[in-house]
């Protein structure tokens, strides 16, 4: 009973290239949270995802960053053209219903 | 507007002894609270929950207090084992759309003294 998975688990990018996160949820969840935490912060929402659908993605910078959660295979959180200010760790967790569960993180660095 | 607040960011116990946690908020829609624990480097473990219609939840050597009144949530951890070093959060949520967004205090650092 694998619980929500998440890859890579460490990724380092240069400024202006693409940060791709993908999160696998926990088997039978079909709701799908991306968070992010800063140094020292607590996590913040980004984005809620169920299959093929975006439902609430007010936690999201409006340019160049995007989610998605098709049909088959995992969810992934698309960075573009990244900033030193994207360095963080962006967490994923699924749900049935009240409880969510996360994944381990995945840490981006820009250089 | 941070509408959940741990306002102690680090607590020390001694082994043994009751650690409490608390936890304030200012949104009265919030229906549902969370505590997750957090080892570094991994990602926020699911401790223990309580809904807004009940007043205490408890599951061994946690327990969760609830009073709406004052928006003020506390955890407790009887007796407290160094393996409870780690940081805590707690969370907050309401439906919407089906979705139930957490809100997350910034997090208190315990630490268990030996």
């Known amino acids: 009973n694998a619980g929500v998975m998440q890859n890579p688990r460490h990724l380092v990018r240069r400024r202006g290239q693409e940060a791709r996160l993908r999160c696998s949820p926990m088997k039978g969840h079909s709701h799908v949270y991306w968070y992010r935490q800063l140094p020292e912060e607590g996590l913040k929402f980004m984005v809620y995802?169920?299959?093929?659908?975006?439902?609430?993605e007010s936690g999201m910078p409006k340019e160049r960053f995007s989610a998605e959660f098709p049909k088959e295979g995992p969810s992934i959180l698309r960075i573009q053209q990244v900033v030193r200010g994207d360095s963080a760790a962006y967490f994923c967790?699924?749900?049935?219903?009240?409880?969510?569960?996360f994944g381990p993180g995945t840490r981006l660095t820009v250089l | 507007d941070q509408q959940v607040k741990q306002n102690s960011p680090s607590l020390s116990v001694q082994e043994g002894r009751i650690s409490i946690l608390n936890c304030d908020y200012t949104?009265?829609?919030?229906?549902?609270f969370l505590w997750y624990k957090k080892y570094p480097a991994e990602g926020p473990t699911f401790l223990i929950s309580?809904?807004?219609?009940?007043d205490k939840n408890e599951d061994g050597r946690f327990t969760v207090f609830l009073n709406k009144s004052a928006k003020h949530l506390s955890l407790h951890i009887v007796p407290s084992q160094p393996g409870d070093s780690a940081v805590y959060f707690c969370a907050a949520s309401r439906e919407i759309q089906g979705a139930q967004k957490l809100v997350f205090g910034q997090g208190t650092r315990l630490t268990i003294n030996p």
């Open positions: 949104n009265s829609m919030f229906d549902y």
């Open positions: 309580i809904s807004s219609i009940k």
């Open positions: 967790a699924s749900s049935l219903v009240h409880e969510q569960f």
């Open positions: 995802l169920q299959k093929e659908n975006i439902i609430d």
